[in-house]
């Protein structure tokens, strides 16, 4: 399977701030890609996702930022609560979803009040 | 409407054991997807089932394999445990196979002793 690679491995932000999670890849074939939030004990829930062919996605205050040539895209998380802290995951999959959706190996995310 | 059932949430096995985990998908998904999640390898795919048949398959040895029922219902099933395998298995599932909106449950906790 292709990577996914995503930074950082650990955010601190304070309440109301912007966090923002990076992820890159390699495989030009990923045509789906989205993030995804898991709390403790839960299983990852969907938060927000985007096709290669819109720069821009948002979703109240959750943005993705989507940069083709670059292969590259970003979640940013606006006005950031404490009930945002969890663990967050991008993923892509390649057309078909023949591999399955392929992980970035997460970002633990605490917004301290 | 009801979520992803995974049952049962905990086990602790015996090196060499077999287990059988049980995945019961959203109503009207005919699609279930298998992950497995480790802090050292992230998020990975096992396999994907759709219409009682294996769609594909991720990068693990034959000793994980799986099934689908005509409910649509799946289980997954590991044999000769090793100590490695310790982990939380997620299951996903969707309308169809890989569809752009994979729910997933909150997983079983597999512990190998």
């Known amino acids: 399977q292709q990577q996914v690679k995503q930074s950082p491995q650990s955010l601190i932000v304070q309440k109301g701030g912007i966090s923002i999670i990076n992820c890159a890849y390699e495989n030009t074939a990923f045509d789906y890609f989205p993030w995804y939030q898991q709390f403790p004990g839960k299983g990852p829930a969907l938060l927000i996702a985007i096709r290669p062919d819109v720069s821009e996605k948002k979703e109240g205050r959750f943005t993705i930022s989507f940069n083709k040539s670059a292969k590259q895209f970003s979640l940013h998380i606006m006005d950031s609560q404490p009930g945002d802290s969890a663990t967050y995951f991008c993923?892509?999959?390649?057309?078909?979803?023949?591999?399955?959706?392929?992980f970035g190996k997460g970002t633990h995310l605490i917004i301290q009040p | 409407k009801a979520g992803v059932t995974q049952t049962p949430r905990y086990l602790i096995k015996t090196r060499g054991q077999q287990v059988t985990l049980s995945c019961s998908p959203i109503?009207?998904?005919?699609?279930v997807s298998w992950y497995q999640q480790t802090p050292g390898q992230g998020l990975q795919f096992l396999f994907e089932y759709f219409s009682e048949t294996q769609r594909n398959k991720g990068n693990f040895p034959g000793r994980f394999s799986g099934r689908q029922f005509s409910n649509s219902r799946s289980e997954m099933n590991v044999s000769t445990l090793e100590l490695g395998d310790s982990a939380l298995y997620l299951c996903?599932?969707?309308?169809?196979?890989?569809?752009?909106?994979?729910?997933f449950g909150q997983g079983t906790r597999l512990t190998v002793v």
């Open positions: 996903a599932s969707s309308l169809v196979p890989m569809n752009t909106e994979a729910f």
């Open positions: 993923a892509a999959r390649a057309g078909g979803g023949a591999d399955g959706l392929t």
């Open positions: 109503s009207g998904h005919r699609s």
